[in-house]
């Protein structure tokens, strides 16, 4: 028989302040690996440009005598290392002494072959995919899982927004002075020490947490493709996509790179036709390089050929600064600009999550930016590893020690209900695993007493 009152008891201890409590405990039980790892790996990508160019550093400083090669010269010194290929983009070299990037792609890989600038001999050949910080942006944001690590990633950093917020929930102060809430009373020691060590740094890191998940959401699979559809439900299908929701999309992407041309139809067929027999030979790019140059757009500067991503020749800025972003369409023909797309005249979308990533990867600011990522990273793992410190000492043995519910403790506010299916519908992750630990709990643990009494819960 269905007992009411103890429906009615047990509804309000699953809405009182130790259940929020217990919910900022799963969250970070769950979390902490994940914060931990993204903290370290984050910190070092916040670097790429520097690392990158000191790994680069044997093909920058070279011998360059006599006059330059020729970019289709170049181009097809590379094209030739590397059968089976497909141009992608020359990248111009950044100095005179530079050596000249050509990305060549066969299928699904992607190739960079370093050109010497006057001898168009290859210095070298790397795939894409194993230059070092490309392997550590697919651990920081797959764990090199592909799909999975993605999703797993995703639910990790929308829990970690949950443990965010109910962190400052349980923070706000219930007393007078700044002592353990602004500033930590690391005099001491104990239990104190490390709670204050904890709840203030959380405090300080926060608002800097919290972007910093906001902005890699849209890498991630689900959240990002959504955020996808949004963009095109508000009528930016016409700009290029400027950031990608992992690496299977990447190599969707590669493949319609090294695909040929569509071959076009209509009033401009003969002279799209020409466009694209031309590019198979590469014949114009002289042309089309020296107009670019000419431009001084922030660098890396990309220019590639038609294919069935882009039916025309185009050119980008592919900076690390995303603001400084630049992209072109070129007519082969005649090697002028045809239209030209400023970071300031692409959709909002795209403008916001640019912003975002550019800070994200700590590039919108210079060593700024750097420093603040850096500040971030350290302080979560001083709130990481002041948590377990803190769980340990009050963990009870054999029990996992999370918050037990408790009648008569403080109920949540209505504020604090709303902003919980806020961030369930939100981040569908979190919300699909939220439900799955409710039922979990209410429907099996509470059943089963060794279970009930491990996990702090009342049994049924």
């Not at 919108?364 to 002041?386: C, D, E, H, K, P």
Request: aromatic share 10%; hydrophobic share 50%.
């Amino acid at each position: 028989m269905l007992d009411l009152g103890r429906n009615a008891e047990t509804w309000r201890t699953w809405c009182d302040y130790r259940s929020v409590w217990r919910w900022h405990f799963y969250a970070g039980l769950f979390c902490i690996p994940f914060v931990l790892w993204l903290a370290a790996t984050g910190s070092i990508y916040l670097f790429r440009p520097q690392i990158e160019a000191w790994l680069d550093r044997p093909y920058d400083a070279l011998a360059v005598d006599g006059p330059r090669a020729r970019p289709e010269a170049q181009v097809q010194a590379a094209l030739a290392a590397v059968p089976g290929r497909r141009l992608n983009s020359y990248e111009l070299p950044k100095r005179a002494d530079s050596s000249v990037r050509v990305l060549v792609g066969r299928g699904a890989d992607l190739f960079r072959v370093y050109v010497h600038p006057a001898t168009a001999q290859v210095l070298h050949i790397v795939r894409e995919d194993q230059r070092p910080m490309r392997r550590l942006f697919y651990l920081h944001g797959e764990l090199l899982m592909g799909i999975t690590g993605s999703m797993v990633v995703e639910t990790a950093a929308s829990w970690a927004i949950v443990m965010i917020v109910s962190g400052l929930f349980l923070w706000w102060p219930r007393k007078s002075g700044l002592a353990g809430v602004i500033y930590p009373r690391l005099w001491r020691g104990g239990r104190v020490f490390w709670r204050d060590l904890h709840a203030v740094t959380g405090l300080w890191v926060s608002f800097f947490t919290l972007f910093v998940l906001l902005s890699g959401l849209p890498w991630a699979r689900s959240w990002g493709n959504l955020l996808q559809d949004a963009r095109l439900l508000g009528g930016a299908a016409a700009t290029r996509l400027d950031w990608t929701t992992g690496r299977d999309s990447e190599i969707r992407a590669r493949v319609a790179r090294n695909a040929p041309p569509v071959a076009p139809s209509g009033e401009h067929a003969a002279h799209e036709a020409t466009a694209a027999t031309s590019a198979a030979s590469y014949a114009g790019l002289d042309r089309l390089v020296a107009v670019v140059d000419s431009l001084h757009l922030e660098p890396p500067v990309l220019v590639s050929p038609p294919s069935m991503a882009a039916h025309t020749w185009t050119a980008r800025s592919d900076a690390a600064d995303r603001v400084s972003r630049t992209e072109i369409e070129l007519d082969m023909r005649t090697a002028t600009i045809t239209s030209r797309v400023d970071f300031g005249e692409r959709p909002l979308v795209d403008r916001v999550v640019g912003i975002g990533i550019a800070a994200h990867e700590g590039q919108l600011s210079g060593r700024l930016n750097q420093v603040m990522g850096l500040f971030t990273a350290a302080s979560l793992w001083i709130v990481a590893i002041s948590s377990v410190v803190l769980w340990w000492k009050r963990k009870p043995a054999n029990a996992l020690g999370a918050p037990s519910p408790q009648v008569g403790s403080p109920r949540i506010p209505a504020l604090v209900k709303v902003l919980t299916v806020a961030l369930a519908l939100a981040f569908p992750m979190m919300g699909a695993t939220l439900l799955a630990i409710l039922a979990i709990e209410r429907g099996v643990f509470v059943r089963v007493p060794a279970a009930a009494r491990f996990f702090g819960l009342s049994p049924a």
